[in-house]
């Protein structure tokens, strides 16, 4: 009887602690739509991802890498855009194909990719620092309670 109420006791301890381990993680799931990240099941916006990292240097400095690949990337992609819909638009109009622009969107497109490649290996890179983070403070703190 004293094994069952002490595997018992044990299964729900490893239990506890685990579902107490994985409360402040953050989650990161993949799916067609996207990359989208959760904290305790709640989806966070890019302000809520900042304020939860800002306060780890590491996560705070990959996220800072995050925000400047993606204004880069955002500005090479509008332009790439631009430029291809304006080349292909005066073409279908009846107008002179421009080679030079539709040139010029092509290549902004393919500065495009690998910027935003790189951004998103930059915020996983600051969630997973996180989520490092608090597991060595919570070994810490489990030592310091030995």
Not at 1 to 30: N, P, S, V
Not at 90 to 117: C, E, H, M, R
Request: glycine share 10%; hydrophobic share 40%; proline share 1%.
């Amino acid at each position: 009887m004293l094994r069952i109420i002490m595997l018992t006791g044990g299964i729900l301890l490893l239990t506890i602690t685990t579902l107490f381990a994985q409360i402040d993680t953050i989650c990161i799931k993949k799916n067609i739509f996207g990359t989208f990240y959760f904290q305790e099941n709640h989806l966070l916006t890019g302000r809520d991802f900042h304020e939860i990292i800002k306060f780890n240097y590491e996560a705070e400095q990959e996220y800072k890498a995050f925000k400047l690949n993606n204004v880069f990337a955002t500005i090479s992609a509008i332009s790439s855009g631009l430029c291809l819909g304006w080349a292909v638009g005066v073409a279908q109009g009846g107008g002179k194909l421009n080679v030079g622009l539709l040139s010029l969107g092509i290549g902004l497109y393919g500065v495009t990719i690998p910027l935003s490649i790189n951004q998103k290996k930059h915020k996983r890179n600051a969630a997973k620092i996180y989520n490092e983070s608090l597991r060595q403070r919570r070994q810490n703190s489990e030592n310091l309670n030995k």
